[in-house]
């Protein structure tokens, strides 16, 4: 194996440490960069960015590697968190993260590596990279521990950053990260993993986009009833403005102790009340109870702004998808419609597909790439229903 002189990202947790010791081990030039894409509230009790870089320089420390701290706050809210902000008042629920990789750690970041003298870099994502030798295209594929696999937050990475990249432990379980890190005395083995959005942290979720988003309260109404039913469209609630609620949404309706009234629709009388729709023009948010009624499940979306790992769009035919992250890949048939939109059938409907997230297509366990779901097709549902 050719050595190299190799940049890791080091966050301050388990995984990003074991990638640095395992490129080291293999005999690599390895030096680690802390990234701090984030510094609005420094000394908020919710902002770890102080104490996850005491954490990465602790292991820099060990593994006897230099470590430097870039400051990326600048880029980030430029590229990721305006595009954020925009997606929530416009009504949908995006991914910062799908963002933050494709913009901030190999863009910015790599861009940074490549001005040190690095000929690669790594980061402790849970996915891998393979060079198609038929091709000579470069492959991303799911990393090896299925409960971990991250190639879903990777998807719009391209050709010339995965020819630069390095994933050494996307070959790994997690538990086998965990006892390497033990067993060489890495001070971080057995941190937390990190979780939720990287600028957030464990803060209130609507409490910190309420700093930033406007909002107007509006009704909330019933669509478990038939459409045409008396019944249909009676106000349950109000919600606190439409940003604050994704599809799907069952925790803080305030509407917990409201029974629907009529169950033909797949509610129940003590069936909990999930988020259906989110009706922008008349600032309403609909409400469905049960599950599996019908306006949660979608077999028909499209999304746009697509993003292919190979450069161009897959053959029109049968994949695997996901509308969501820790989803099983879904059979569902791939239709493009020009350079930027494709359509996905789905022969058993999705639960919940939400304008904003990502569908990312997946041949096998090779990652084609994808794109932002723009709409969904729930079954049973219409405009015309819900005025």
């Not at 030039?29 to 984030?38: D, H, L, Q, R, S």
Request: charged letters at 20%; one cysteine or more.
């Amino acid at each position: 194996m050719a050595k190299h002189r190799v940049v890791v990202g080091l966050s301050g947790g388990v995984d990003s440490a074991v990638t640095a010791y395992l490129l080291k081990q293999q005999g690599h030039e390895v030096v680690g960069i802390f990234m701090k894409n984030w510094e609005d509230d420094d000394h908020s009790d919710y902002c770890s960015s102080n104490i996850d870089f005491v954490d990465a320089a602790a292991v820099a420390d060990v593994l006897g590697i230099p470590i430097e701290h870039v400051n990326f706050a600048a880029e980030y809210k430029d590229r990721v968190f305006a595009d954020f902000l925009r997606e929530y008042q416009a009504g949908r629920t995006p991914n910062p993260d799908i963002l933050c990789n494709a913009e901030i750690k190999f863009k910015a970041f790599l861009d940074h590596a490549m001005r040190l003298g690095a000929e690669k870099i790594a980061t402790g994502h849970y996915a891998r990279v393979r060079l198609n030798p038929q091709s000579a295209l470069y492959e991303l594929l799911k990393g090896l521990d299925p409960t971990k696999d991250q190639s879903y937050f990777l998807h719009r990475l391209n050709q010339a950053q995965l020819s630069k990249t390095l994933f050494p432990v996307g070959a790994l379980h997690k538990t086998e990260v965990r006892r390497i890190a033990d067993d060489i005395g890495l001070p971080n083995a057995k941190k937390k993993d990190s979780t939720g959005i990287c600028f957030i942290g464990e803060r209130p979720f609507r409490e910190f986009l309420n700093r930033y988003l406007q909002h107007t309260p509006g009704p909330i109404k019933d669509g478990t009833p038939a459409p045409d039913s008396a019944q249909h469209g009676r106000v349950v609630g109000h919600h606190v403005g439409l940003s604050f609620y994704t599809l799907g949404q069952r925790q803080g309706l305030g509407i917990g102790g409201i029974k629907a009234k009529g169950t033909a629709r797949g509610g129940g009388a003590h069936a909990p009340w999930f988020v259906a729709r989110k009706d922008m023009a008349h600032n309403t948010l609909w409400v469905v109870q049960g599950h599996d009624h019908p306006w949660l499940l979608s077999p028909h979306l499209r999304a746009q702004q697509s993003s292919w790992v190979s450069g161009h769009a897959p053959a029109a035919g049968p994949y695997g998808a996901k509308t969501r992250y820790r989803q099983a890949d879904a059979a569902c048939q791939f239709e493009p419609l020009g350079p930027d939109t494709f359509t996905l059938q789905f022969p058993q409907a999705q639960w919940a597909v939400t304008p904003g997230q990502s569908a990312v297509l997946y041949d096998g366990e090779v990652c084609l790439g994808g794109g932002i779901i723009h709409s969904a097709s729930p079954a049973g549902f219409s405009d015309t229903l819900a005025q």
